[in-house]
């Protein structure tokens, strides 16, 4: 696979995304801004906002490049490493870096209708005489309902799994794992939603075609989540459904805000504000100490949750 060809597969997703959505909700009012980062690089930001049927959505490349910032030099990841060299941080031997990617979160406003995200990256790194020394790939796809339909959950998992057997027959179980282990509320013993697959640091050197399973995960999106979107726009709810949805949509602005490696990453780093903050939903309630009616969907959600927080790996 050519150098380019991340680069602009990337670039055509985000535009066909943002076609197939808008399809979705012609009401959706769409915004595009071009930004520039000081230390180097920028991207391009595509919000669907105001819709009858799209609440807000984002739909962000950004493509940054410069020094390694200490955050990451200094960041260990989830197998033990640390971002150094012999002990010396990337910055302290002169090195630089370019990320490239693309970002997706959409909320609904339809409370049966799950909040998506999804996002791929390549991070490249380079030493003081710009060659590449190492690069890396990362992202995923999740699924957040704040109602329970077990049609959906199977075929949102099932889209996933035939694309990540189409590489490698431990990926589907490997990064799904991955997912619960990472999209967890630690502080409220719950799941952030009912998983998808994660990754991230992942090498050529581990399997063959990872940058082409990284942009079959991108491809996966709409198949993942359109039919969805689809099979349930239409059916009627009640205030009831929507105030549920907005308190659960604060357990979401709540990882986000504490546990999210790209939100902390780029608020500590100087990204675009705007862009970073995309994810969070419109509308959001913290109600005081919320407990669902024994017995209700609101209640299975989440005993679901619960659970799925504390299931071994």
Known sequence: MTENVFDSTVDALQLLI?????????????????????????????????????????????????????????????????FRDNGR??????????????????????????????????????????????????????????????????????????????????????????????????HRGESRGLGGIFFDELREEETTNIERFVLATGHAFLPSWLPLAQRRRNMAYSDHHTLWQERRRSRYAEFNLLYDRGTVFGLRTGGRIESILMSLPPRVRW????????????????????ERARMPV
């Open 18 to 82: 943002v076609d197939e959505v808008h399809k979705l909700d012609p009401t959706a009012t769409l915004r595009t801004d071009e930004w520039k980062r000081p230390g180097g690089g920028g991207g391009r930001t595509m919000v669907l906002q105001g819709g009858d049927f799209l609440e807000k959505g984002g739909i962000n490349t950004s493509d940054v490049y410069g020094d390694v910032p200490e955050v990451l030099a200094d960041r260990t990841d989830t197998g033990g490493r640390t």
């Open 89 to 186: 941080t990337f910055r302290d031997n002169g090195r630089t870096f370019r990320a490239k990617g693309l970002s997706i979160v959409l909320h609904p406003r339809h409370p049966f209708v799950p909040t998506v995200h999804m996002n791929i990256r390549r991070f490249d790194v380079f030493d003081a005489d710009g060659i590449r020394v190492d690069r890396w790939y990362g992202g995923g796809i999740d699924l957040t309902p704040w109602y329970v339909f077990d049609d959906d959950v199977d075929h949102f998992h099932g889209v996933l799994r035939r694309m990540c057997d189409d590489t490698h027959p431990a990926f589907y179980r490997r990064f799904s794992e991955w997912c619960d282990v990472y999209f967890t509320n630690v």
């Open 287 to 306: 109600d005081y100490d919320v407990q669902p009616d024994p017995g209700s969907e609101e209640e299975r959600l989440v005993k679901i949750l619960q």
